[in-house]
């Protein structure tokens, strides 16, 4: 269904078949996959979020980098129209959308310049159902808690290749969950740890892979939201 003066569609109502949706949506997060052979990306993903709090993935693919990607600003809203609609496959997905968009030669992208939204997107899984999950993990994952524990900066050798990572423990009001940062998460982490002193912050993560491994949470965490 269509809504506002702008006649967008709620991103609830987005299915195949049909290319010329409006949407008005915040850009939630926005990411470059990179490519190893040259160096530049493969696509680049957005999870964009509307007024209703529905999230949906979109994806610019290799030949219209250009043309989108200094036009969006993470954290801004836009009007987005002629965008193409694929099922949403593949591992660690950013929504629990069943679709997501494609952006075409013709897609249109405005900027919202004069709208706010406090809608962010976040949907939380509290750290019991974390750690009773059962089977895969298909989507990235929200959590929020007081942090309780923080490891020293530690060492390991994945792949080849060494990498630096620290451990934390947040608690919620259902339990304790542990998890692993890795490489530049490390400084970024230690910095936001040190401005709160003796103070126990809360931790606000936002897209996190899951990976369980000896009974405990480790995950690469793709974006991190603290507050």
């Known amino acids: 269904m269509a809504s506002d003066s702008y006649d967008c ?15 008005k949506a915040r850009v939630n997060r926005m990411w470059g996959v990179p490519d190893p052979v040259s160096f530049g990306f493969l696509t680049v993903e957005l999870v964009l979020v509307d007024a209703q709090g529905c999230k949906i993935q979109a994806t610019i693919t290799r030949e219209f980098i250009r043309v989108f990607q200094s036009n969006i600003v993470e ?10 609609v694929v099922p949403n496959i593949g591992t660690y997905k950013p929504t629990k959308h069943m679709y997501k968009l494609l952006f075409q030669r013709r897609t249109q992208v ?37 942090v309780s524990a923080v ?16 451990s934390m ?26 401005c709160f002193g003796r103070v126990k912050p809360i931790f606000v993560v936002q897209y996190a892979r899951i990976v369980p491994a000896a009974g405990q949470l480790f995950g690469l965490l793709l974006n991190i939201s603290c507050s």
């Open 9 to 23: 569609h709620m991103l609830k109502d987005i299915i195949p078949g049909f290319d010329k949706w409006k949407i």
């Open 75 to 84: 954290d801004r809203i836009y009007y987005f129209k002629y965008l193409s």
């Open 110 to 146: 405005v900027d919202a310049a004069t709208e706010f939204s406090r809608t962010f997107g976040l949907t939380p899984m509290n750290n019991w159902q974390l750690v009773n999950y059962k089977g895969y993990f298909e989507h990235l994952v929200d959590f929020v808690g007081v």
């Open 151 to 166: 490891s020293s900066e530690k060492d390991c050798v994945h792949a080849g290749v060494m990498r630096k990572y620290i």
């Open 169 to 194: 423990e947040i608690t919620d009001h259902t339990g304790k969950i542990e998890f692993t940062l890795f490489d530049e998460y490390v400084p970024y982490v230690k910095e936001f740890l040190r």
